[in-house]
């Protein structure tokens, strides 16, 4: 089946990758970065990426011909490690910080900035790289511990506890900071807050920026967090949180122990790959943050809005800057619906029917199933209202109490993740960040249910069991 493309799409599978909303320049960068020649193994591989948006609300996945994701894995376990990954992005973090903090573009001509503008976008695609690589790498330890636990009836606690790092997530390390002040002001209520909470603030600020229009946490937010926390108990939470975590690395330690060679460096890379990828995404949100007076920048030159520029391609940022025509109506149109896919060498783009066409072919229908099977990421039961989450659109709709219904969450999720009774995400991996922060905080989770944003509806009332891996429709909503 073709579409606007000289690929067959009839000859390859389609393997959900998570989605979200976001701006046309971040799923170029994502879907783009995958064509590079310097994607060794994604060539070896022959694996494609694609990308399905619709009024901003995108669904990525990836492109077989095979479901093999071992070729990471392999990698880097004859690395014996993820430490050669991790001193990339630090890298990469650091230039595009310095670049953004500096500066130096506010006095350049346009020609100056379109150069600026170009390097800005190719530095970003090289932020993104460690993405797909951690993805793999996930799928292949997912594959080798469900091998390794297959007969063993803890086979889901199993896997949980070796993805358990040594390291805190961004959001339980802000979470904990928070709790701390609050302990401290409670013991002396004559202390003032405001020095340490700005350092907070300035800490974690960007934590919950994302690939569209999420906005960085206010110091007023952090104010009102902090006078939430000091009306209940913050030394017993501190105290859960930590007895928690005590207990899951005893019980991972006890997995461990007696191991040997590649598989005791596949363990080690389950542990570091959680810690990393959130690490990753927490660099990822202070460029965003920090690039915002540079996208002003531009669209000010080229006399438009910020998100403008940010729906447009980095080729149509450069050539505006250098003095050709922008089609401002061409940028519009193009983002109602579009699909980016790309193999290695090989990218692409179809707009408009083609790309409708494209998502009816890949995305599933909705079905009767009433009774869906994912993998436990953090145990636990609940019964409530189904709130189905795809952007901060969505996040007013969810009260105390629901079950939240995701395709993935990010940092600016935890919020809406404390008042959730349960959570069921699509995306199902080790290190996604829904399976890494709802079993530090201790949120029943299922995850690995492909599609379920689609095959339930907001307001359905579901049972939530993470301790045996289901979820069951009850009733239907009215919505």
Known sequence: MKFQSTIDWSKYTFSPEGGRAA????????????SHKKALLNNAMGRGVIVISKNHLSRWAYVLESPDFS?????????????????????????????????????????ELAKKSAWFYDRLEDLVVPAPIM??????????????????????????????SKWLSVPVEERLALLRLAEKVKRNPKLSPNEELKKIHEKFTWNTCGYYNEKPKSLKEYHMELNEVMKRNPSKEITKIMAQRANDLVERKKLVDGLGGEDLIITKIAGEAGYLKDYRKFSINEVIYRAEPFFIEIAQRLKTTVPMIKDSHPQEVFNGLIGKKMNWKKVTM??????????????????GKGAK?????????????????????????????ARVVLSQR??????????LVVV??????????????????????????VSVVSREFGI??????????????????????ANNGTIKLVTRGSS
Not at 135 to 154: C, E, K, Y
Not at 373 to 378: I, Q
Not at 458 to 463: H, N, P, S
Request: glycine share 8%; net charge positive; aromatic share 12%.
């Open 394 to 403: 969505d996040f007013s709709n969810v009260k105390k109490g629901d079950i």
């Open 334 to 351: 193009r983002n109602h619906q579009y699909v980016l896919y790309s193999f290695p060498c090989k990218f692409g783009m179809i707009v």
């Open 444 to 465: 029943p989770c299922i995850v690995g249910v492909e599609h379920i944003t689609q095959r339930l509806k907001d307001g359905d009332l579901i049972e939530v069991n």
């Open 357 to 385: 066409e494209l998502e009816k072919y890949i995305c599933v229908k909705k079905n009767n199933e009433r009774e869906w099977k994912g993998r436990v990421a953090s145990q636990g039961y609940a019964r409530g209202t």
């Open 71 to 111: 070729g990471y894995l392999k990698y880097y376990t004859k690395k014996k490690g993820l430490k050669e990954l991790k001193k990339e992005i630090v890298r990469v973090r650091k230039d595009l910080v310095q670049f953004l903090i500096q500066a130096k573009w506010k006095k350049s001509t346009d020609k």
């Open 23 to 34: 701006y046309f320049y971040w799923n170029y960068g994502i879907v783009h970065d995958h």
């Open 408 to 433: 993935n969450t990010g940092p600016d999720f935890v919020s809406l993740m404390k008042k959730a009774a349960a959570i069921v995400a699509e995306e199902g991996g080790l290190t996604a960040h």
């Open 135 to 164: 993805r793999q790498i996930d799928r292949g330890i997912m594959h080798v511990l469900q091998g390794w636990f297959a007969s063993n009836p803890r086979r889901d606690e199993n896997i949980r506890l070796l993805g358990v």
